[in-house]
């Protein structure tokens, strides 16, 4: 007897039609993901390896004044190869994420990630994940766009969606946080739900696509055996308050930065903006006598971890990166924001550690990555999840979660940016999710 044979026969034909259109979106899932890996891992590879290391090897007084060049660059890039595209990265994802009139296009990607490797290449302090995540999200789209028949009209972000959680998921080698990120970001209290198992299969490919180019190490691997006991678990609330009122401050810092940057193309805003990266990058030579200023700043992470850093030094340095993080965001640099958060929350992590004589200041680092990146782009879950695989111990989870939450309540209806949406205001309309 014919299991289905109870079921209408028209009936029978759109449940075959929506089995096979499932599948064949799961399929351009992975084919999105899987060439998004590749895009990330050319980028990562062009940006990190063959410019900005040998910036890194270059004289102090030479390197200072590259970020300055490297904003100028790319803003020839953006006026002449983009016909003007603004900087903006993750932003373009959210606006075209939730504006179906919002379009994004091959040329402006061309133009904005070869002004991405010239900003971050430079040694700008910005994070190489805006990019990448552009990168995929645009590349779903347009593969979406050229096979309409395989979409109906309520899943036009679906690719896109997924595109952007392979490319998350790739520069970090963190799929699960790559897929969570992409459906977190768009909203300040909810996920985008319907886009999980695409932006799951897409984050499996992508990360998979680039490790086979660069390798399946932890991006942050700690060493030996780091728990936690009940008294952490309010430590953790605690850092989480610090954490998210700091990161309101750093978010207010970022949305002015990019209204100045807003307000046109100009040649000479992005000299100044040169001027003050190299101001905080001579400040931070004069303090540490090492180049943390520049760069996305991974080596921040591993120098707020030595014992002997004071918590003044600390301090300084959180402000001297979010200044120049400012500064290349108001001078036009095309790079993300994501990184920037982690640093400035390991950062206040080590000082919280520090000051209450926490002998396992690797714990209170984490916690402060949870709750600074969560807060600054209200994406609590994706925060933990990032902690937990990019450090490879699951046991931050519980404590991360904490200081992620009291961040949250503290942070307010502020962001990094401006483009996230409540649901509230969104419930029921096509765009919100279900």
């Known amino acids: 007897m014919n299991r289905t044979s109870w079921i209408p026969a028209h009936r029978q034909e759109e449940l075959r039609s929506l089995v096979q259109r499932s599948r064949q979106v799961v399929l351009l899932a992975a084919l999105t993901g899987a060439i998004t890996g590749l895009i990330v891992a050319g980028f990562e590879a062009l940006a990190a390896e063959v410019l900005f290391d040998r910036v890194l090897e270059m004289s102090p007084w030479v390197a200072a004044w590259l970020p300055g060049l490297g904003l100028l660059v790319g803003l020839a890039i953006r006026k002449w190869i983009g016909r003007g595209v603004s900087p903006s990265t993750t932003d373009e994802y959210l606006h075209a994420f939730h504006d179906p009139h919002h379009r994004l296009g091959l040329r402006a990607l061309i133009a904005r990630m070869l002004a991405a490797v010239a900003t971050i290449g430079s040694g700008v302090p910005m994070g190489m994940e805006g990019p ?20 109906r009209a309520a899943d036009r972000r679906l690719l896109m969606t997924a595109g952007a959680a392979a490319g998350v998921a790739a520069i970090f080698k963190a799929p699960a946080t790559g897929a969570v990120f992409a459906l977190e970001v768009p909203y300040q209290d909810d996920l985008a739900r319907r886009m999980l198992l695409p932006a799951m299969v897409a984050s499996a490919t992508g990360y998979l696509s680039f490790v086979a180019i660069h390798g399946t190490t932890a991006l942050f691997p700690v060493e030996g055996i780091s728990g936690f006991v009940a008294k952490d678990l309010a430590g953790a609330a605690v850092l989480g308050i610090i954490g998210g009122l700091s990161a309101r401050a750093f978010g207010k810092m970022i949305r002015d930065a990019k209204s100045i940057a807003a307000g046109g193309h100009s040649w000479s805003l992005t000299v100044v903006a040169g001027l003050v990266i190299a101001g905080m ?14 760069g996305s700043g991974y080596d921040v992470l591993s120098w707020a971890a030595e014992p002997q850093r004071g918590i003044w030094l600390l301090l300084a340095m959180l402000a001297i990166r979010s200044i120049g993080t400012s500064a290349g965001v108001a001078g036009g640099g095309a790079g993300g924001l994501f990184i920037p958060l982690v640093v400035g929350g390991a950062l206040i992590g080590s000082m919280v550690g520090r000051a209450v004589n926490h002998t396992d200041l690797t714990l209170f680092i984490v916690i402060g990555v949870s709750a600074f990146l969560g807060a600054g782009y209200r994406v609590p879950l994706a925060a933990v999840m990032f902690v937990a695989e990019t450090t490879g111990r699951p046991s931050f989870i519980v404590p991360g979660l904490i200081a992620a939450v009291a961040a949250e309540l503290v942070m307010g209806q502020s962001s990094v940016t401006t483009y996230q949406r409540s649901t509230i205001m969104t419930r029921g309309a096509d765009d919100g999710p279900r």
């Open 281 to 294: 990058f001579g400040l931070g030579r004069l303090l540490t006598g090492e180049s943390l200023v520049l």
């Open 132 to 151: 990448s995540l552009y990168a995929g999200a645009t590349l779903g789209g347009e593969i979406q766009k050229r096979l309409p028949g395989t979409f």
